[in-house]
């Protein structure tokens, strides 16, 4: 059904966009037809110190596969991000700081107030050794000092990875180790939903297995008492006060890092997605500005985590780059109310309003009547990201929150992608609920089969690969470039593989139909299902685990594990329960298993390979089509799964 609902864009959405219909299309072909004259164009956005004089040179070619954008340009980012804007805006709001508790006062930080706090910073990181190209961990809640802390590293071309701060100190201690940082950020604690969380605490446990950490500067925040090491951590503020207020912007090279963002894949452990500075900084600060329409003044509010993509990329980098009043909102939606999102959009008449389709279902799970408690006038756009927004809470998004006025944008991209790749452009693009719509200038998106032959005519479904390179696109997975070569670029030669699965309709709109690999998309969380098997299996009891995706209504997929234990352990309740504090404590609350299924015995194939396929059709409760399952070692296997099952 949802395929014929189609939303033209409103009178006013196309009176004052920047690109109409027509000029999409004839951009678009450009794009693609002419990337060097059209991103030598767009590049001209940026402050360079330095013009580049190439524009792309890149190859999908496996195994040889390089990237690079603007490769002997040389610009900063933070200066972009602030300096640039100094002159003419440097007394507007570059952030608005709106805490957990909404009693508590919001702050407005200027872009004056931004270059004194980040110059400060970057003084502290060199006055403790921090050189162009070391990496620092920023392991912050959702404050003001997490985009100081990462513009400052950018501004003296240190590499930041950023930890989302609900990670356990395992999964934190593995993200220092792998990048080396020497250097991490934190907090005394940070606050969510009136519940304090013990950043320091966990800081100093990951520290007991990071040998090189040095030096760990702590933001006060709550200011509640922390321990803190002798010659190791020092307050932030303390050391921020004793240096200059002044610290020049490094030239950077546009291919040098910028950061590193950890994500998870299909195998392993999660890698580090590179980013490097011009072409990323190109990426973001277009796609905000157009599929934001972004217009001086405007207030813009993405709900996102700074520890993760999005906060990355639409919450600090895309949108100072911009000179745009980014919001940053330290809380969560459903706390002290599930009003508390449209409190915030009235307190600060915000314009811009950016989520996830986990958060726009759980408010719709508490009723359209928290949404008609504010004044939600201010709103002309929305926007959704994060995983397929299901058409039924696209309409209830559009009909409570947007009041029928407001575009709505469903932007599809990955951590990898930089920024957006499949989106409307506000006034130029007709909506349908639950597509992505069409591609961003420069980005080729196209469907192949399971087996990899490309899928020409126009309606089509398959997997999504992108023929070529795009200026945001990552370049290397940190520390194992082979690695990045084998996960995008093995499987269908010549492409960027996505991971995600999508239908082209008739008129050319994607729909992505979510991830075709072992990547779970929990609560707009990316997470593998071989991360928590292995977080299951490091328990004494456990002999062996699977987990994977199963729909829910909430969360978008739910986790599933099938567990085996240890021969002679006993199967309980209680240790089911143990299980799962087990993968909180060593992943973080966002891998808690939903479901645990005993399994005393997995479905294997003779060679001993675990048939996924048959756990995720049980998981789904869909036993119409379990496959051949005759090759099994032991096909009673299957019986006794589906006879256990849980999801009824
Ligand atoms: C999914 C988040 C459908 C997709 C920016 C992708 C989406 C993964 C959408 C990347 C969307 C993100 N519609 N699916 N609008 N946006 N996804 O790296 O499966 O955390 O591959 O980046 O989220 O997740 P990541």
């Avoid at 940082?181 to 013990?198: C, F, N, P, Y």
């Avoid at 490094?250 to 040098?256: C, I, K, L, R, V």
């Avoid at 645990?596 to 869909?622: C, F, H, Y």
């Amino acid at each position: 059904m949802s395929e014929e609902l189609v939303f033209p864009p409103s009178a006013e959405a196309v009176a004052r966009t920047r690109t109409t219909a027509e000029q999409y299309e004839t951009l678009y072909a450009r794009s693609i037809s002419d990337p060097d004259g059209f991103w030598r164009e767009q590049a001209g956005r940026l402050d360079w110190m330095v013009p580049f004089s190439t524009v792309k040179d890149t190859s999908f070619a496996y195994p040889d596969v390089s990237i690079r954008w603007f490769e002997d340009g040389e610009l900063n980012v933070s200066a972009n991000c602030i300096d640039r804007h100094l002159a003419t805006r440097g007394d507007q709001t570059a952030l608005i700081f709106e805490p957990d508790d909404p009693r508590a006062e919001a702050r407005h930080i200027t872009y004056r107030q931004l270059y004194d706090e980040v110059c400060r910073l970057a003084n502290v990181l060199k006055a403790r050794g921090v050189r162009k190209g070391d990496r620092v961990t920023i392991y912050l809640p959702m404050i003001p000092q997490a985009a100081y802390a990462m513009l400052a590293c950018a501004r003296i071309g240190a590499v930041h990875s950023v930890v989302f701060a609900g990670f356990s100190p395992e999964a934190l201690a593995g993200r220092i180790n792998d990048c080396g940082s020497r250097l991490v950020i934190t907090a005394d604690e940070g606050r969510r939903g009136g519940k304090a969380v013990a950043l320091k605490a966990n800081v100093d446990k990951a520290l007991e297995s990071c040998p090189d950490v040095e030096t760990v500067l702590v933001v006060s925040n709550t200011g509640s008492e922390v321990a803190m090491v002798a010659g190791r951590d020092l307050w932030l503020d303390e050391e921020a006060a004793g240096v200059a207020g002044e610290c020049p912007p490094e030239p950077m090279n546009a291919e040098d890092p910028l950061f590193i963002l950890y994500t998870s894949g299909s195998t392993g452990s999660p890698k580090g997605v590179l980013h490097t500075t011009g072409g990323y900084l190109v990426w973001v600060s277009l796609t905000h500005e157009l599929v934001f329409d972004y217009r001086e003044g405007e207030v813009y509010w993405c709900t996102a985590d700074v520890g993760w993509v999005t906060g990355h990329s639409y919450i600090v980098y895309g949108p100072l780059a911009n000179g745009a009043v980014s919001l940053m909102f330290e809380g969560v939606p459903n706390w002290p109310d599930p009003s508390r999102f449209w409190q915030v959009v009235e307190r600060h008449k915000v314009n811009i309003f950016y989520t996830a389709p986990t958060a726009i279902r759980a408010l719709m799970g508490a009723g359209a009547e928290w949404t008609q408690k504010n004044d939600l006038s201010s709103l002309r756009l929305l926007g959704s990201v994060g995983e397929p927004i299901n058409p039924e809470a696209w309409l209830w998004y559009h009909r409570h929150v947007g009041r029928e006025r407001c575009e709505i944008v469903d932007t599809w991209w990955q951590t990898e992608t930089g920024g957006f790749m499949i989106t409307p452009l506000p006034g130029a693009i007709a909506t349908k609920p639950g597509s992505a719509t069409k591609p961003f200038f420069g980005v080729k998106p196209v469907v192949l089969s399971p087996e990899g032959r490309l899928q020409e005519q126009v309606k089509a479904e398959g997997v999504l690969a992108i023929a070529d390179s795009w200026p945001g696109q990552m370049r290397t997975v940190y520390g194992d470039h082979q690695r990045f070569v084998d996960t995008y670029f093995a499987t269908y030669k010549g492409y960027y593989f996505t991971g995600d699965g999508c239908r082209r309709d008739a008129d050319g709109y994607y729909w992505i139909t979510g991830r075709v690999d072992d990547v779970l998309n929990v609560s707009g969380h990316r997470l593998g299902t071989a991360e928590v098997e292995s977080a299951l299996v490091a328990h004494p009891k456990v002999a062996e685990a699977a987990v994977v995706g199963y729909p829910h209504g909430i969360k978008g997929q739910g986790i599933y594990c099938y567990v085996t234990l240890m021969a002679g352990e006993e199967y309980t309740d209680a240790l089911k329960d143990e299980l799962r504090a087990w993968v909180r404590k060593e992943i973080g609350p966002i891998a808690t298993p939903d479901l645990i299924q005993w399994a005393p015995g997995l479905p294997k194939t003779r060679s001993g390979k675990i048939m996924r396929r048959i756990l995720r059709k049980v998981a789904e409760n869909d036993f119409s089509n379990l496959g051949d399952t005759s090759t099994l070692a032991d096909p009673a296997v299957v019986t006794n799964l589906v006879d256990n099952r849980l999801n009824r």
